[in-house]
């Protein structure tokens, strides 16, 4: 049933050009959001980006913009060092929040989980972050942006 309305609104929305039209798009992913209870599945933007015929790294592009646009898509973990000798902690935590939208705790609509935790032994070369279970040390914003894009 569900399924049958999400299909109606892909091809109300292809209709009005959603493909080409950014405005449209968002439209179209902000009813799908509303559909699923307020978090888009990823079988649903895989439908979405299938029928308007986008690459696969179009939608997340777009879902960066838009943060308010929750999916389920958890591809990636970040935890930030917050051990007290990892200087300039809270401007990476701050960068996420104003880039990505997400805060501790949440998740990325560019799909991945933020956490924050304890010292992760490279005090010497902070600011540290674990990226999907490696740590990566001397962060800054630009290579978070780096490593977060690279996916
Ligand atoms: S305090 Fe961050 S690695 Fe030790």
Redesign the pocket.
């Known amino acids: 049933m569900i399924q049958e309305e999400f299909a109606q609104i892909l091809s109300f929305y292809q209709g009005r050009g959603a493909a080409s039209d950014q405005n449209e798009l968002v439209a179209l992913l902000r009813e799908t959001q509303e559909l699923y209870g307020g978090v888009i599945p990823q079988h649903a933007l895989d439908e979405i980006a299938r029928v308007l015929g986008f690459r696969e790294t179009f939608l997340p592009a777009v879902l960066r913009r838009y943060p308010s646009i929750k999916t389920e898509a958890v591809r990636h973990s970040l935890t930030v060092?917050?051990?007290?000798?990892?200087g300039r902690?809270r401007e990476l935590l701050d960068f996420l929040s104003r880039e990505y939208g997400v805060e501790p705790g949440g998740v990325a609509p560019a799909g991945f989980r933020l956490q924050t935790g304890?010292?992760?032994?490279?005090?010497g070369?902070?600011?540290?972050v674990r990226w999907d279970g490696v740590v990566h040390t001397g962060m800054t914003p630009d290579a978070l942006r780096a490593l977060i894009e690279k996916k």
């Open positions: 060092c917050q051990g007290p000798s990892c902690r304890g010292c992760m032994k490279n005090c070369k902070g600011p540290c």
